[in-house]
Antibody
Framework: EAQLVQSGAEVKEPGESLRLSCKGL????????ISWVRQMPGKGLEWMGR????????KYSPSFQGHVSISADKSSSTVYLEWSSLKASDSAIYYC??????????????WGQGTTVTVSS | LLTQSPATLSVPPGERVTLSCRAS??????LVWYQQKPGRAPRLLIY???TRATGIPARFSGSRSGTDFTLTISSLQSEDFGIYFC?????????FGQGTKVDIK
């Protein structure tokens, strides 16, 4: 069964950097896009961006472009979400999700367990 | 923009439930539904408006009329509580509705 396993919870101070990871297991990692989705406390879901693990081509939501970076390492079947300078407003749960394959799309069908990020001084 | 309604509903087991998701523009049939339970990741229910994802019970169904989309639970079960989100994939960026919370009465 396909799985996405995310790194553990993080507590950071404003201005610090952070990288979250999402490892794909039990499926062909390079065959599917991976998206990151933010959920702020008590709020809905926000799509942040997507990466194609085959060639690391990315697409970002304008709301997140320039503030986060998504990358992939095919050799370890891992996708990353990275900040260079965190803000308190980045406190949220972050999910990675498998998000389609080539021209086929059937929703985000496999989700990671989520990583809670707390940014506070 | 996707607008879901109602924001919350409380329904006894066995009742029929209808959730709405209205798109502000034509998104064709490029709509997905998810269920999220407290403390859990979302779960894919339906894609392409009406195709159930693997393992999703037949009591869940989806439909479309123009830019109005509906998720129907034919007979609510106790395990169906949670928040239901719609998501479009016709335009970039992908966007979600704000969610409908379903409580079991």
């Amino acid at each position: 069964e396909a799985q996405l396993v995310q790194s553990g919870a993080e507590v950071k101070e404003p201005g610090e950097s952070l990288r979250l990871s999402c490892k794909g297991l039990e499926y062909s990692f390079i065959s599917y896009y991976i998206s990151w989705v933010r959920q702020m406390p008590g709020k809905g879901l926000e799509w942040m961006g997507r990466i194609d693990p085959r060639d690391s081509q990315t697409k970002y939501s304008p709301s997140f472009q320039g503030h986060v970076s998504i990358s992939a390492d095919k050799s370890s079947s891992t996708v990353y979400l990275e900040w260079s300078s965190l803000k308190a407003s980045d406190s949220a749960i972050y999910y990675c999700a498998r998000d389609g394959s080539g021209t086929l799309y059937y929703g985000m069908d496999v989700w990671g367990q989520g990583t809670t990020v707390t940014v506070s001084s | 923009l996707l607008t879901q309604s109602p924001a919350t509903l409380s329904v006894p087991p066995g009742e029929r439930v209808t959730l709405s998701c209205r798109a502000s523009q034509n998104i064709y049939s490029k709509l997905v539904w998810y269920q999220q339970k407290p403390g859990r990741a979302p779960r894919l229910l339906i894609y392409d408006v009406s195709t159930r994802a693997t393992g999703i019970p037949a009591r869940f169904s989806g439909s479309r009329s123009g830019t109005d989309f509906t998720l129907t639970i034919s007979s609510l079960q106790s395990e169906d509580f949670g928040i239901y989100f719609c998501q479009q994939y016709n335009n970039w960026p992908r966007t979600f509705g704000q969610g409908t919370k379903v409580d079991i009465k």
